[in-house]
């Protein structure tokens, strides 16, 4: 922390990363400093994948916290490495958002009201193969940029649709332009999406304590889930992974964790879902337990053994 005891938080540039940003900086209630961080992902138009995949959003941020430039690094959870950082805490995951995804489409339509043939753009793997595993024909095309510029490209008429994040447009106050929320028997979310992650220096007890209120426990256990299970695929798996974790009434009236995880083949030609039940106090383990089912259940023989 400055000597003027302002919390100096980082954040990316994009206009999403700093509305989150400001939900959270009003949140805490204390006097900040926004500290913007240029990262890999925002310099970048080239596919995630291309770019090294998994932290291109996120590590400059965490260097910036490590190197003393800021005291809180705010970051759009599902962008994170699911490794730990030495020397930095998850200080904080506030109340989600919701997590599923949303169709933008011309004249309003639906997925279902799209003609074979429609272009929908998505710049993640995960999308593309549920779209394309639904089987409706249509031309699944990659984009990269802000939400602006996605939903620009529907405005143009150079694409019938976009899917993006439900969460993303509300917190630009775009959420009215969704023509469809995305049921997740269809388009199963991405682990994380719709959280935040606000992560702190170990050790920083002034700027751990000034975050900690805004933790919400039934957002990290959910989360925690999800990301276990993503985890336990990652070593080795390139299939587009989803999850979805919800709090649930168990049999003994405690609260359990209910976690759907899928597995899809980029084209679409195959996918593997399952669910899976445990105590919130293991969330972690449950999803450890869904991913082994997943891989168990034919997502190895799916993916050509490159799981």
Not at 2 to 12: A, D, F, P
Not at 64 to 91: C, F, M, N
Not at 180 to 204: F, T
């Amino acid at each position: 922390m400055t000597s003027t005891h302002t919390l100096r938080v980082g954040t990316r540039v994009s206009a999403l990363a700093r509305a989150q940003t400001g939900h959270v900086i009003e949140a805490l209630g204390v006097a900040t400093e926004i500290v913007p961080v240029v990262t890999l992902g925002d310099r970048s138009a080239a596919a995630v994948d291309q770019l090294g995949g998994t932290g291109v959003f996120t590590s400059a941020l965490r260097d910036a916290l490590l190197a003393g430039e800021i005291d809180v690094a705010v970051h759009s959870y599902k962008d994170l490495p699911t490794a730990p950082a030495q020397g930095i805490v998850l200080a904080a995951v506030p109340r989600r958002e919701d997590p599923r995804d949303a169709l933008v489409a011309r004249d309003g339509l639906s997925l279902g009201e799209l003609p074979p043939g429609a272009r929908v753009g998505t710049g993640s793997p995960r999308r593309a193969a549920q779209l394309r595993a639904l089987g409706l024909g249509l031309e699944v095309v990659p984009v990269r940029g802000n939400v602006d510029t996605r939903l620009g490209k529907v405005g143009a008429g150079e694409l019938d649709a976009v899917v993006l994040a439900l969460a993303g447009l509300r917190r630009l106050g775009r959420a009215n332009q969704a023509t469809e929320i995305l049921d997740p028997i269809q388009v199963l979310p991405a682990p994380a999406q719709g959280a935040l992650a606000i992560e702190c220096r170990a050790g920083d007890e002034a700027a751990l304590a000034a975050v900690s209120g805004l933790d919400d426990a039934g957002s990290r256990a959910t989360v925690a889930a999800e990301r276990s299970l993503l985890a336990a695929l990652e070593a080795g798996c390139s299939a587009p992974v989803g999850a979805q974790a919800e709090l649930v009434e168990g049999d003994d009236g405690e609260l359990d964790v209910f976690l759907r995880g899928s597995v899809t083949a980029i084209d679409g030609s195959d996918a593997v879902r399952l669910s899976g039940t445990g105590p919130v106090h293991d969330a972690e383990g449950v999803g450890r337990r869904l991913a082994a089912e997943l891989i168990a259940a034919g997502a190895t023989t799916m993916m050509g053994g490159s799981i």
